[in-house]
């Protein structure tokens, strides 16, 4: 059950970067002239390099995440940049994309939500008992911070036995914590740091839908204006979702962190 627990919390908790709603759902505008786009800043071209480290049942080990803001998307009337991330573990690289935009209020990944139809087929099935329902964007920042304390990131529910049972199976929320300082690449910088948690509820057949086990895991992001993303610390499975999928772990106790080195905004 255990091995099958962190493959499903794996596969849940990074479905948005496997790949559109253009509806911010957020805050008002703010009128200071700041915007959530100077907290995940940059177009093409943009590079950011990060060193993190992961601990899990095998050990300690290291890596590097190179990123880059390779080109545009335009996804029904919603244009996306797409980030690539490469991730070096050791002798193995990996890589992965996925499509986010900015706006005045918030910064948003988008998700192909077919994969849910290919993630119960994987798991055998039959389509026409379950219903899985997913929002169609991930909300990573809600803008102004100190205006959404707290917000719904991400929902998954399914539906099952024709609606007489229903369930949401990962609930991602953003909470502002706040402003710290931080020393990232040897200079004093303001950070506003917004934690994330995930519950996830899976149960172990489709007749225990309405008792399953709830597993919830947390990790901290670490965002300068005009800069972005300068670091990242918690649970290892979320952050494998950041990093593009590339760091696996053995359990879902792993932890991970990673830090900016290097940045070149365009």
Same mark, same amino acid.
């Given at each position: 059950?255990?091995?099958?627990?962190?493959?499903?919390?794996?596969?849940?908790?990074?479905?948005?970067?496997?790949?559109?709603?253009?509806?911010?759902?957020?805050?008002?505008?703010?009128?200071?002239?700041?915007?959530?786009?100077?907290?995940?800043?940059?177009?093409?071209?943009?590079?950011?390099?990060?060193?993190?480290?992961?601990?899990?049942?095998?050990?300690?080990?290291?890596?590097?995440?190179?990123?880059?803001?390779?080109?545009?998307?335009?996804?029904?009337?919603?244009?996306?940049?797409?980030?690539?991330?490469?991730?070096?573990?050791?002798?193995?690289?990996?890589?992965?994309?996925?499509?986010?935009?900015?706006?005045?209020?918030?910064?948003?990944?988008?998700?192909?939500?077919?994969?849910?139809?290919?993630?119960?087929?994987?798991?055998?099935? +039959?389509? *026409?008992?379950?219903? !899985?329902? %997913?929002?169609?964007?991930?909300? /990573?920042?809600?803008?102004?911070?100190? &205006? #959404?304390?707290?917000?719904?990131?991400?929902?998954?529910?399914?539906?099952?036995?024709?609606?007489?049972?229903?369930?949401?199976?990962?609930?991602?929320?953003?909470?502002?914590?706040?402003?710290?300082?931080?020393?990232?690449?040897?200079?004093?910088?303001?950070?506003?740091?917004?934690?994330?948690?995930?519950?996830?509820?899976?149960?172990?057949?489709?007749?225990?839908?309405?008792?399953?086990?709830?597993?919830?895991?947390?990790?901290?992001?670490?965002?300068?204006?005009?800069?972005?993303?300068?670091?990242? +610390?918690? *649970?290892?499975?979320? !952050?494998? %979702?950041?990093?593009?999928?590339? /760091?696996?772990?053995?359990?879902?106790? &792993? #932890?991970?962190?990673?830090?900016?080195?290097?940045?070149?905004?365009?």
């Amino acid at each position: 059950m255990k091995k099958t627990l962190i493959y499903l919390l794996t596969i849940l908790l990074m479905l948005f970067i496997s790949s559109c709603s253009s509806d911010d759902d957020g805050p008002t505008d703010p009128t200071d002239g700041t915007s959530a786009t100077h907290y995940y800043p940059g177009g093409v071209g943009s590079t950011l390099n990060y060193q993190g480290q992961t601990t899990d049942s095998s050990g300690t080990s290291t890596y590097t995440r190179d990123v880059s803001f390779s080109s545009q998307l335009n996804i029904g009337n919603t244009t996306y940049i797409i980030q690539s991330n490469y991730v070096n573990v050791g002798p193995a690289t990996f890589s992965a994309e996925f499509p986010f935009r900015t706006s005045t209020t918030g910064m948003f990944i988008y998700i192909d939500t077919a994969v849910f139809d290919e993630l119960l087929d994987s798991l055998g099935i +039959d389509p *026409s008992l379950v219903t !899985i329902i %997913a929002d169609q964007e991930v909300r /990573l920042i809600s803008y102004p911070f100190n &205006s #959404t304390p707290q917000w719904n990131a991400y929902t998954v529910s399914v539906t099952a036995f024709g609606g007489l049972i229903s369930l949401n199976i990962l609930e991602l929320q953003g909470n502002y914590k706040g402003q710290e300082q931080l020393t990232v690449m040897g200079q004093s910088m303001t950070a506003e740091k917004v934690e994330y948690i995930a519950t996830v509820k899976i149960p172990e057949s489709l007749e225990d839908i309405a008792n399953p086990q709830t597993v919830t895991l947390s990790a901290s992001a670490w965002f300068v204006k005009d800069i972005g993303l300068v670091k990242l +610390d918690g *649970s290892g499975i979320i !952050i494998a %979702a950041f990093t593009g999928g590339g /760091l696996e772990f053995d359990d879902d106790g &792993s #932890t991970a962190t990673e830090t900016l080195v290097a940045y070149d905004i365009k």
